[in-house]
């Protein structure tokens, strides 16, 4: 999954390079600003485009608000909906603990940055390799070059993690 998302984003990125009609110095370096930020919104697909990403961001905070609080009333009140008091005090929860954070540090690309490669590292490089770890442990079929393998998997996910807080910008 992550791969698809890095090659699509590549893609994207590529194509928008090589088709940008005026000189390439004129495309904005500054990591808040957005892709469509270096277009005309006098172009149809262009608009469209934001339109579309303005429906993303509208649909997908509401999606992860749903998940995170499914798993936290089902692992602490056994139940994924408890009242509608309590989804009202969390959705008021999450919404002012996302303006704070808005507030104090407004780099939203670097919150994204470590939360997502800490994400990643937790469900998409630790907890499959853990787990799958475990059922061959307890069914004795864990093999030396099979732990080696999904070991070596899961600390190139840590290594993700840790290079997330490094800046080679210095170095180069």
């Known amino acids: 999954s992550s791969g698809i ?7 994207v990125g590529v194509l928008f390079l090589i088709t940008y009609p005026l000189d390439k110095s004129c495309i904005a370096d500054v990591p808040s600003q957005l892709l469509f930020d270096n277009v005309s919104l006098n172009d ?3 608009f469209l485009a934001k339109v579309f990403q303005i429906l993303q961001l509208v649909t997908v905070f509401p999606l992860v608000c749903f ?3 499914s798993q936290l009333f089902l692992g602490v009140f056994k139940d994924p909906f408890v009242s509608y008091k309590h989804v009202i005090l969390f959705n008021v929860l999450v919404s002012l603990l996302c303006i704070l954070i808005a507030i104090v540090y407004p780099k939203v ?4 940055r470590y939360v997502g490669s800490f994400c990643g590292l937790a469900y998409v490089f630790f907890f499959p390799c853990a787990i799958y770890l475990l059922h061959c442990y307890k069914n004795l079929t ?7 393998f ?6 190139f996910g840590l290594f993700n993690l840790i290079s ?4 080679f910008s210095d170095y180069l």
Not at 5 to 11: I, K, R
Not at 142 to 147: E, G, I, K, Q
């Open 5 to 11: 998302n890095a090659e699509y984003g590549g893609l």
């Open 44 to 46: 149809l697909l262009a």
């Open 67 to 69: 998940v995170l609080r």
């Open 109 to 112: 690309n670097t919150v994204i």
């Open 142 to 148: 864990l093999t030396w070059y099979s732990a080696a």
């Open 150 to 155: 999904h070991i070596l998997i899961m600390l």
């Open 164 to 167: 997330q807080f490094l800046t």
